[in-house]
């Protein structure tokens, strides 16, 4: 069974950074990739980042250059350092984890990150 537990949401202003946490643990088997979802209220859920296991990366086009997504394969840890939050990034953010045993995936609690000065 693998738990994924997230952290690192809050308030923060306009143009600030955060930096998001999905920790992994338990019982399970290598890890293939972990990722970041968003989803606002009245809009769909979307793609914010992904990583691969050998580090190859992807990010949605509302956040290239503003966001990072990084991992911690020692400690299976996924993170997501936002810079430059626009309002409009104001989400609740899900992390998702692919391992071999459960190629479609677990879910992380959810984290609300609200933008606004």
């Known amino acids: 069974q693998l738990q994924l537990v997230e952290s690192g949401g809050g308030l923060v202003q306009p143009g600030g950074p955060l930096r998001l946490s999905c920790a992994a643990s338990?019982?399970?088997?290598?890890?293939?990739?972990m990722g970041w979802l968003r989803q606002a209220p009245g809009k769909e859920r979307e793609l914010v980042a992904v990583i691969s296991s050998v580090g190859t990366t992807y990010y949605g086009d509302s956040v290239k250059g503003r966001f990072t997504i990084t991992r911690d394969n020692a400690q299976n840890t996924v993170y997501l350092q936002m810079n430059s939050l626009k309002p409009e990034d104001t989400a609740v953010y899900y992390c998702n984890v692919k391992t071999s045993s459960r190629i479609s995936g677990y879910w992380g609690q959810g984290t609300q990150v609200t933008v606004s000065s």
């Open positions: 338990g019982s399970f088997f290598s890890i293939i990739a």
